[in-house]
């Protein structure tokens, strides 16, 4: 249901960017009236949703020994499901651990991440990160939140400490790739190379390392760089 209001809320939208260009004074304003209509809806589903997932975190508190609910992987435990055995078991405690008292910010990050609001997203990350430094999910997140907004100084400096405090070869392997994209971007590309060859190196099985390094030696002056934010949806 939602996927399809989403959808068809998507549509208008785009036909209104279409128009509005050639549009006259007063269809402008039919225009206009019709997107602030739009972020209404959108306001409000994010309002309800947000709801929802304070009432669920709090009744998981409260009865978090039942087994309907424990049936149910909590974030901690989608990060453990999303896992193969063979890497589980090179992570650290930083890596999965995650504050009771924080899961509702990571849940809400994780939410405005995939809904693409990310500068909502890095206020829910940086709460975690403020009060529980060594979580390295929210570390991770809050990384690859800021690359998507350019701030590559401090997405750099994230990814530096991830890579400093991490064991999981994804997550080393995902902290090399992005300093890399950031060294590209600065068109440090023979830097870029290092990182990203050391990032395949990690873990192979991650393919950004390679396109990016193929698009690096390519095509310098079209750069097209995958810094490995698509991983994360499955977190």
């Not at 989403?6 to 009236?33: C, P, R, T, W």
């Not at 090399?176 to 050391?198: D, P, R, S, W």
């Amino acid at each position: 249901m939602f996927q399809h209001m989403f959808s068809s809320m998507n549509d208008m939208l785009d036909q209104i960017i279409e128009q509005y260009g050639d549009a006259d004074v007063v269809e402008k304003q039919h225009y206009e009236e019709q997107m602030n209509e739009l972020k209404k809806v959108s306001d409000t589903f994010i309002e309800q949703w947000l709801s929802f997932e304070e009432k669920f975190a709090d009744f998981k508190e409260q009865h978090g020994n039942l087994a309907v609910i424990t049936k149910e992987p909590n974030v901690q435990g989608a990060v453990q499901h999303s896992l193969p055995v063979s890497e589980k078991s090179s992570c650290n405690a930083a890596d999965l651990e995650i504050p009771d008292e924080l899961a509702l910010f990571i849940s809400k990050g994780q939410g405005y991440y995939k809904l693409f609001m990310f500068s909502e997203a890095a206020i829910q990350f940086q709460t975690v990160i403020s009060q529980s430094p060594e979580c390295n999910l929210a570390r991770l997140f809050l990384g690859m939140t800021n690359m998507h907004l350019q701030n590559w100084s401090e997405a750099q400096r994230h990814f530096q400490m991830l890579i400093a405090t991490t064991d999981f070869p994804k997550w080393l392997a995902m902290g090399y790739n992005a300093l890399g994209c950031i060294q590209a971007v600065h068109t440090n590309l023979a830097q870029a190379e290092l990182l990203f060859m050391k990032a395949h190196d990690v873990c192979p099985s991650f393919k950004d390392p390679m396109s990016n390094l193929k698009s690096c030696q390519e095509t310098p002056k079209q750069l097209s760089l995958y810094f490995g934010s698509t991983e994360l949806c499955c977190l």
